[in-house]
């Protein structure tokens, strides 16, 4: 069994809205979506199309470069690695970097690994597609804490403590103990902020995160989340995760997802929302994205509700779904998606009042900042 976004990928189709303001950056701006993907969804819906060398099991071809170019994204935080499922943690996140290490060597021109903050300008001033590679689970490092300078010198730069069940570092946000970090977890909190990797608290659960942002001795992130004061479902974060996080100097990226609303069908105005409560909980030097979805279009959603359906019930049989996913919830926001999501966000936010300064950082800047804070 394997994550949300390595089944189905979370893009759609393009927005129709007001021209967004430009941005306040002289340069092409920073654009880091902290967590998502640069696969097709279409290939995995049956779509005929041509692969890049290397992309065949990852779902990524031409169109989806030229998207993510066309969007204007500098890098994504891509999900790698194991998540949940029978097969041996270590190896499936070792076959993966192997896998995910060809297809950038295959594609020098349009891919590269980000290792460090300056591998960010070095992607935008390059015109290519950053990847950060990144764990949405920390259960293949179990008790060999050495396993941490492994995966970091193989371009690991982000390792999330849980995905939504337990594990033995601590709590998911689905687990109904809330227990906070495990004397194992504090271990690995320990090396990973000696490893200078990021520390995610996405999907942990509430204990389990204040537990590490105390713990850790670097700041931490919580690269995809919504705002539980807002919403109340368990994978948004209390105001106290939030604050906890910012104050430590870490980063808190807003997902384009259906937690954002009860309802689960959440609007742009919905993200706009969030992101302006982590902004008056956080201040805006530590408020950014991570959509939790992909930037190519879906391109027949009668087609694809079939097969979200069955992801979220082999979700639920493999005890991963979150409260608040359901069949008929799209892991996006409907008229927030496609290559003009960025845009279309941050004219959104200018509408509002928000300047150019505080959407550059949004976009991008932060996340730069505490790259810079934690990788070098």
Request: net charge negative.
């Amino acid at each position: 069994m394997i994550s949300r976004r390595q089944t189905l990928a979370l893009g759609a189709a393009s927005l129709a809205a007001g021209a967004a303001p430009a941005f306040a950056a002289a340069k092409k701006p920073i654009i880091v979506n902290a967590l998502g993907g640069i696969m097709n969804p279409n290939i995995r819906l049956g779509q005929k199309t041509q692969l890049l060398t290397g992309g065949a099991d990852l779902d990524i071809d031409t169109r989806a470069i030229a998207d993510a170019r066309a969007s204007g994204v500098t890098a994504v935080n891509c999900t790698l690695g194991y998540v949940s499922g029978p097969d041996d943690p270590h190896q499936v996140s070792i076959d993966d970097l192997d896998q995910w290490d060809a297809l950038v060597n295959a594609n020098p021109a349009d891919l590269m690994v980000v290792r460090k903050a300056s591998d960010l300008l070095k992607a935008r001033d390059e015109n290519k597609i950053g990847l950060i590679y990144g764990f949405q689970n920390a259960l293949q490092v179990g008790e060999h804490l050495e396993r941490v300078d492994e995966y970091a010198a193989r371009g690991v730069r982000v390792i999330q403590i849980t995905y939504n069940p337990a594990n033995t570092l601590g709590d998911g946000s689905m687990a109904p103990a809330n227990r906070g970090l495990t004397p194992l977890g504090h271990k690995v909190v320990e090396k990973l902020n000696a490893a200078r990797l990021m520390v995610d608290l996405s999907h942990s659960g509430e204990q389990t995160c204040l537990d590490a942002i105390a713990a850790s001795k670097a700041p931490i992130s919580i690269n995809h989340t919504g705002c539980r004061a807002l919403t109340d479902l368990p994978r948004n974060k209390t105001d106290a995760e939030l604050r906890g996080v910012a104050e430590k100097g870490g980063f808190v990226g807003i997902y384009f997802m259906p937690f954002l609303t009860l309802d689960g069908h959440p609007h742009a105005t919905d993200v706009v929302a969030h992101i302006e409560h982590a902004l008056q909980v956080c201040g805006e030097d530590h408020v950014g994205i991570g959509t939790d979805g992909s930037i190519t279009a879906i391109d027949d959603l009668k087609v694809y509700q079939g097969a979200l359906e069955k992801e979220i019930a082999d979700r639920v049989a493999a005890g991963i779904g979150a409260k608040g996913e359901r069949p008929d919830t799209y892991p996006f926001v409907v008229d927030l998606r496609g290559v003009d999501q960025f845009r279309t966000l941050a004219g959104m936010l200018s509408a509002k009042g928000h300047p150019a300064r505080v959407i550059d950082k949004i976009l991008g800047l932060n996340f730069l900042s505490y790259a810079r804070e934690i990788w070098g």
